[in-house]
T-cell receptor, first 113, second 112 residues
Framework: QQQVKQSPQSLIVQKGGISIINCAYE??????FPWYQQFPGKGPALLIA?????SEKKEGRFTISFNKSAKQFSLHIMDSQPGDSATYFC????????????FGGGTRLMVKP | DAGITQSPRHKVTETGTPVTLRCHQT?????MYWYRQDPGHGLRLIHY???????DKGEVSDGYSVSRSKTEDFLLTLESATSSQTSVYFC???????????FGSGTQLSVL
């Protein structure tokens, strides 16, 4: 079963718009929630991450919003640019020994000029 | 890609043949991972290692084995490749499981 569900699978946004990708998780022990960005032909790279002691984290145009009670977290990309076109993966893990990252299914974002 | 080299980058093989993929790191990170990436499934963990000769199964380990005889090398073996193992395989490294993962550039494997 997929412990981290990501939506939408694909997203088209106009340049300058806001891109929003959502993830929901089941395991209440998860305490680390990163987002990875992947360009075609490349491996994923860490974009931004959050721990549940805060409800929001912002780095430049990228913001993670975290709702612990709803077991949901989302990535917001403000002022989306064509260079943001990539596949985005949310993930989650817990600090317990032996727990590895569980990834969502991915969202393919296209930002139109 | 953060001192991670995957080889080969592309491979085409036939059903039933053994295949070994190699991951080499120069970062001296303790943890190494093998993921497969398939459309709609994201990245799924196959096996991981937390030290030399210390390995454990991930979510989709059936049909795969791994070995880590040196800190820098992590091998993934498909003993008898099947068409369902056609995928893009990524190696990743990290200092700890809940810290940043660094990914290699991937190996595109086609099993015909």
């Amino acid at each position: 079963q997929q412990q981290v569900k990501q939506s939408p699978q694909s997203l088209i946004v106009q340049k300058g718009g806001i891109s929003i990708i959502n993830c929901a998780y089941e395991n209440t022990a998860f305490d680390y929630f990163p987002w990875y960005q992947q360009f075609p032909g490349k491996g994923p790279a860490l974009l931004i991450a959050i721990r549940p002691d805060v409800s929001e984290k912002k780095e430049g145009r990228f913001t993670i919003s975290f709702n612990k009670s709803a077991k949901q977290f989302s990535l917001h990309i403000m002022d989306s640019q064509p260079g943001d076109s990539a596949t985005y993966f949310c993930a989650a893990t817990s600090n317990n020994a032996g727990n590895m990252l569980t990834f969502g299914g991915g969202t393919r974002l296209m930002v139109k000029p | 890609d953060a001192g991670i080299t995957q080889s080969p980058r592309h491979k085409v093989t036939e059903t039933g043949t053994p295949v070994t993929l190699r991951c080499h790191q120069t970062e001296n990170h303790r943890y190494m991972y093998w993921y497969r990436q398939d459309p709609g499934h994201g990245l799924r963990l196959i096996h991981y290692s937390y030290g030399v000769k210390d390995t454990d199964k991930g979510e989709v380990s059936d049909g795969y084995s791994v070995s880590r005889s040196k800190t820098e090398d992590f091998l993934l073996t498909l003993e008898s490749a099947t068409s369902s193992q056609t995928s893009v395989y990524f190696c990743a490294i990290s200092r700890k499981p809940d810290e940043k993962l660094f990914f290699g550039s991937g190996t595109q494997l086609s099993v015909l």
